[in-house]
């Protein structure tokens, strides 16, 4: 490696900075300015793409990069999993890190060997159009799931034949939004961050993530871009990250035209190379403002030499010199979107079904023949998939969409289910993206005709993703004039929602005789909420969000910092309608018998509890078993409690089993006044529950006396569970 880039050129070194879109002329970008990384280049593309490059004066090999959100998804046909938000709900690690690995395998048949999940950031403000791509709320169940992706993604290592390149981002604190717009300044400190945002990106550096992509957003005046606190001292020196520092799109061109913090793309190339970036992505300009950064002084050939090494260590680790992968589209045929593979997406859905309210309605009972499906996501295949995936607005309409005989959706997954003596009858009902009610009188009288209404609804692709905030969490279009219209006629309303994030629920849904919420549930969605209406499978999703009444309760978050007048708004309450952790299920779970087994309770040693959960249902179910921590007096301000650990439990009918669990010491940890992590003596509650919600968990309270009071800022927390049953 040395050799090569004592050999290479100022041009060569730029241009191995550059991560371009092979959208367009890439074989002309290629000869003329060498890329290091191309985006967005599929199948034949791609592989003239590495003949063009091997063609150059030292022919270096091209990374390529896709993103690969929830799962390989700008490749038709290729199996799409549920969106991160619905796989959080399942609070499932090995899901997560299942998904994540069939993606690797179907992306590594194409060859590509870099994809930009998992996205790490903390759902704050719910009106953010990214809120689907994140993992929830909560920094730890964020870092358990965002570990397990990484883990899913980059297997064995960097020699995995069928692993790729997995990428925390956005590096950080880009979800902490003014009034909910995308890329807008985050209002963070420094203490800020190290309490809640650098959590799971700490975690995603020890687990070995070999990329981090920076936010486009600016903290206390610095875009991360140029934020070498950020960049270097925290990320690389603190946590010792030895991997590649990728940009967003065009974050150094925004330097210049949006954040306007530098005249020229002279000083924005140069300040981007030494904050600390290797790769500057979708950033054309980049190559001339580098040039003149190097003739105006502004960057010296040494100051390019540190990216450029570690961006060729990268590609002679991942063996690119000897096998630059060329895409097999034979091979690519059969193993992507595979039954195996169909069936993991089935059973992501499957666990990612939130069951928010239920009467008695589900599961459904045999003399319910007549079932009519109703609503805008009832037949959408598009809504139904979510965010990046083909037909979404990342990519242009002439690549169209996955097929649709790939996708389940509702009305498929009913009308599958429910053969004879069932009848499936349909109407749309309304729109989503207009508010035209023409449609709703057909939809009435298709509804009395039937013995149950099942009414898809939700959100669209419309108000999903950058730049697709919303000033409003109410349902859009039509809905809620169709709900009212299907209440008015007393045929009971099971209502499934698709969306991308949660919603304000009027009335009239509040009151259905049942709620699943599915999110976007990927490919198999349909079949997953048909079982779960039929009684197939027993639902085990729990929230990982909470769900406001009204949007002005925003934030709505559990963990809270308390110190606040009061504990309600003077015209409603500041209780969320959902609860993180919030979950219903046909069975029931009671918990007991919460008890500390560690003594003496020192600060800085583990602490061992145990606890019973019973099924006291008549049907074998799925409990998810939750931790929260409570530091009831802090030298500075913190959190009312925070989740610490949480176990998925599976128990037969009148089944009882003892759970230990064992909380490392900085699980009672906090970020004090100084900006350290420590633990201070004192006295701590243990909450122990199936949600975050006070009242639904048992309480312990233990005294933690002095023994070591410093916590390394670089600790990780992990769990040790045992059980036993009784």
């Known amino acids: ?244 520092l990728v940009t967003d799109w065009d974050n150094c061109g925004r330097l210049v035209w949006e954040q306007r913090v530098c005249s020229t793309y002279a000083e924005a190339s140069a300040l981007s190379i030494k904050s600390g970036n290797d790769f500057i992505m979708s950033t054309p300009l980049f190559y001339e403002g580098a040039r003149s950064a190097l003739a105006e002084g502004l960057l010296t050939e040494a100051d390019l030499d540190e990216p450029c090494r570690r961006i060729l260590s990268l590609k002679f680790r991942m063996g690119l010199f000897e096998d630059p992968r060329r895409a097999d589209i034979a091979t690519a045929a059969i193993v992507v979107n595979s039954w195996p593979h169909r069936q993991a997406a089935l059973n992501a859905a499957r666990e990612s079904l939130v069951l928010l309210r239920n009467d008695g309605t ?26 990046w995936s083909l037909g979404a607005s990342q990519y242009s309409a002439e690549h169209g969409k996955h097929p649709r005989e790939l996708t389940v959706t509702v009305l498929d997954g009913l ?35 039937a013995d149950v209404v099942v009414a898809v609804i939700g959100d669209s692709l419309a108000f999903t993703g950058e730049k697709r905030s919303t000033a409003t969490l109410e349902m859009q279009g039509g809905q809620l004039a169709l709900l009212s219209a299907l209440a008015e006629t007393g045929c009971p309303l099971i209502i499934v929602l698709i969306n991308s994030k949660p919603l304000v629920l009027p009335p009239v849904v509040i009151n259905a005789a049942a709620i699943i919420e599915a999110f976007n549930p990927g490919m198999q969605g349909g079949n997953a909420i048909a079982e779960l209406i039929a009684g197939d499978i027993n639902p085990s999703g729990r929230l990982a969000i909470s769900f406001p009444r009204h949007v002005g309760q925003l934030p709505v978050f559990y963990n809270q910092v308390r110190g606040q007048h009061g504990d309600r708004y003077a015209d409603l309450t500041q209780e969320p309608l959902y609860p993180f952790g919030f979950g219903l299920s046909y069975t029931r779970f009671a918990y007991s018998d919460l008890r500390v087994l560690t003594t003496p309770l020192h600060t800085g040693n583990p602490v061992r509890l145990s606890f019973a959960v019973t099924n006291i249902g008549q049907r074998e179910g799925v409990e998810v078993a939750q931790v929260y921590v409570r530091d009831e007096v802090t030298s500075a301000t913190w959190v009312q409690r925070e989740l610490k650990a949480f176990r998925r439990l599976e128990l037969k009918a009148d089944e009882k089993r003892i759970v230990e669990v064992e909380l490392p010491a900085d699980a009672f940890s906090f970020v004090n006044a100084a900006g350290e992590r420590v633990i201070e003596e004192g006295a701590f509650t243990l909450l122990v529950g199936p949600s975050s919600r006070e009242s639904d968990c048992l309480h312990e309270t233990i005294t933690l006396t002095r023994h070591d009071a410093t916590v390394p800022s670089s600790s990780r927390m992990t769990l040790n569970f045992s059980e036993c049953l009784s």
């Open 1 to 244: 490696m040395a050799d090569l880039l004592a050999r290479m050129t100022p041009e060569e070194k730029i241009g191995q900075l550059m991560q371009l879109t092979g959208q367009f002329d890439f074989e002309k970008e290629i000869s003329e300015k060498q890329p290091g990384s191309l985006l967005h280049i599929l199948g034949d593309r791609l592989n003239r793409a590495i003949d063009c490059a091997s063609r150059t004066r030292l022919g270096i090999p091209i990374l390529f990069a896709e993103d690969c959100i929830h799962g390989h998804s700008f490749w038709k046909g290729a199996t799409i999993f549920p969106t991160q938000l619905a796989l959080g709900c399942s609070w499932n690690t090995d899901l997560a890190e299942e998904a994540a690995m069939i993606t690797a395998t179907e992306m590594r048949h194409t060859r590509v060997a870099w994809t930009f999940p998992p996205v790490l950031c903390l759902a704050r403000d719910l009106r953010w159009g990214l809120i689907g791509e994140t993992f929830g709320e909560d920094p730890h169940l964020i870092a358990e799931l965002g570990a397990a992706m990484i883990k899913g993604y980059q297997g064995k290592g960097l020699g995995d034949p069928d692993a790729v390149l997995a990428t925390a981002k956005h590096f950080t604190g880009y979800s902490e939004t003014q009034g909910g717009r995308d890329a807008s300044e985050a209002d963070l400190s420094r203490r800020k961050l190290r309490s809640y945002f650098f959590t799971a990106f700490e975690r995603a550096a020890n687990e070995g993530c070999m990329t981090f992509m920076t936010g486009y957003q600016s903290i206390e005046g610095v875009p991360t871009t140029a934020n070498a606190w950020l960049l270097q001292d925290v990320l690389r020196k603190e946590w010792g990250f030895d991997g590649v």
């Open 362 to 387: 589900l599961p459904l009972a045999p003399t319910a023949r007549h079932i009519a499906v109703i609503g805008p996501n009832a037949d959408n295949d598009l809504n139904q998939l979510g965010d």
């Open 415 to 449: 009308r599958e289910r429910f053969g004879f003596p069932h009848e499936i009858v349909h109407a749309r009902g309304c729109n989503i993206d207009d508010c035209s009610l023409e449609l709703i009188p057909s939809a009435v009288a298709t509804a009395r005709s």
